[in-house]
């Protein structure tokens, strides 16, 4: 007997589900967060990264617990997670005054990928019409080593023994930066390339 395959649930049109007021709450949390960074107050800051860290976690097993899975979660989530971190390390970079900070070179990084991504998909969106970039598994990664970089930095500040471990740390964030970044890049040449806008390159390129 041959058994029935179960369909996802379709996604919603509407904003208005409980995983995207989630989602627009760690959106808001941003505002507290770079308040606390800059004023030095490094316990809230933890406590509020925390609580975001917890509502990015949840908003998607509720999403699908509830059967409430939209487009505009699909897409705003990962656009969340990316806000947060752009704008926690310039405000950890730049604005910390004579208290420790996130080197810059880990700033410019963040930024520049990100700004080049966009560029990316608005490129192969004009010359392919399509927006079917697939997350990678790299990408996801180097998403979750951004952001714990930011919690490790701050722990760090309140509990010093453990700095020697930024170090280390940086190096794991710069090579998931260059993993990810070359796996995207390769994901739109190929899909330039099936959609005719790109010329073939020799295999292995």
Known sequence: MSQRRVQPAPERDTLLTIPNLITFLRILLIIPFVQAVTAGNDTRAVI???????TDAFDGVLARALNQT?????LVD????????????????????????????IMAVVLTRDALILLGCAFIYWKAHTTAFRPSFAGK????????????FL?????PPISPLLPAY???????IVVSFTGYVRQGIAMLRDAGAAPSCPPGV
Do not use: Q
């Open 48 to 54: 509020i990264f925390f609580i975001a860290g917890v």
């Open 78 to 105: 990962p656009v969340a997670d990316k806000v947060l971190a752009g704008i926690a390390y310039v405000a950890m970079s730049l604005f910390r005054g004579p208290r420790p900070a996130v080197p810059i070179w």
């Open 70 to 74: 939209s487009k505009f979660g699909r």
């Open 170 to 176: 940086y190096v794991v964030f710069a090579v998931s």
């Open 155 to 159: 722990v760090a500040c309140l509990y």
């Open 141 to 152: 990664f180097n998403t979750v080593v951004e952001l714990n970089l930011i919690g490790l």
